[in-house]
């Protein structure tokens, strides 16, 4: 699933999990995330009334998504045990929650056309409401206000980069890293775009596909370099090898490895070790995938461990066979 900085996408994520009973999870599909939108927040020491009043709206804006967060998550929880609100009650009541912010956001660039930071964060309020299109033109208008805004940039980028051109994308996350090269979300933004669309780059940089490898996972490097006790970038950073071909297991493994020591918590240890033993199955290290997969206990990984426990099982027995 795509999902923005520091939110969900929240109708978005209303689809996934009202169509498909639950979300599906990056680390199982094996798949990188979605490049993440940026917002320049306002001055904390500021006393503008002005920027006073944008911090206000911009709070609302994560206090009402947060709760329609819950909402979503609850809910699902509820028709898993046959009760829960029904889709379209659902939807009206997150939408209902939502609209006074969007409101409030409309009414400040009504009154303060030119606040570059405010059609940013409009623009970011639009994106999580699935209306993709709309938030790009805040954006776009963000960018002609103030060209030295990176996150206008990045933003834009990330859209063309799901909607082409990609090559614009490629530019535009050159031009925020340019102006802000010390942001870890805009080389994370722009490795996965390389990896994504590996055509595209090896056209625009004129360089084969293990070379865009090498690229991508460069630029993973730098941001892992600006932020470097990120769980979910060095989780990313590691899913990646997943799609590299042939695969770079020792690179693969060291990455999880990383990853495994800036686990939180429990659930996002036993999810390493889950993915440490899918490495351990495909280089016949079956005794070592056991291993990882016995401190897998969390319930929640229950149904991915049974299908990596078969794959262990499967692939022994073929080991076996084998002349």
């Given amino acids: 699933m795509w999902i923005d900085h520091g939110r969900f996408g929240i109708l978005l994520a209303c689809f996934i999990l009202l169509e498909q009973g639950g979300l599906v999870r990056a680390a199982e599909a094996g798949a990188a995330s979605r490049p993440k939108a940026d917002v320049a ?21 994560d206090e009402a998504q947060d709760e329609a967060d819950r909402w979503i998550k609850d809910n ?86 799901h909607r082409g051109p990609v090559r614009k994308a490629f530019e535009y996350y050159q ?12 080389y994370h933004n722009f490795g996965t775009t390389v990896f994504l669309f590996r055509k595209d780059a090896q056209e625009v940089f004129q360089i084969n596909e293990q070379q865009v490898f090498d690229k991508a996972l460069t630029l993973y490097a730098l941001a892992l370099k600006l932020d470097p006790k990120n769980f979910p970038l060095a989780s990313d950073v590691a899913q990646t090898y997943y799609g590299i071909k042939p695969t770079r297991m020792q690179d693969a493994l060291a990455a999880w490895e990383h990853a495994l020591t800036l686990a939180g918590d429990s659930a996002e240890r036993e999810g390493v070790y889950l993915h440490m033993a899918r490495l351990k199955i495909m280089g016949g290290e079956f005794d070592a995938a056991r291993r990882h997969l016995s401190a897998v206990t969390n319930a929640m990984y229950q149904v991915l461990k049974d299908r990596v426990v078969k794959n262990l099982a499967e692939r022994e027995a073929k080991a076996v066979k084998a002349p």
């Fill in 175 to 186: 031009k925020a890293i340019e102006l802000n090269p010390n942001e870890s979300v805009y």
């Fill in 41 to 61: 927040p306002v001055p904390t020491s500021t006393r503008d009334p002005v920027e006073l009043e944008l911090r206000k709206i911009m709070i609302a804006d």
């Fill in 76 to 161: 699902a929880a509820f028709k898993s045990q046959g009760a829960g609100l029904g889709d379209a009650t659902l939807r009206a009541r997150v939408s209902q929650r939502l609209d006074p912010v969007r409101l409030s956001y409309e009414r400040f660039l009504e009154k303060h056309p030119k606040h570059a930071r405010a059609r940013l964060a409009y623009g970011s309020f639009l994106n999580d409401l699935g209306e993709e299109f709309e938030a790009m033109q805040q954006w776009e208008k963000a960018r002609e206000l103030d060209p030295t805004q990176p996150a206008a940039w990045n933003n834009l980028a990330n859209y063309f980069g």
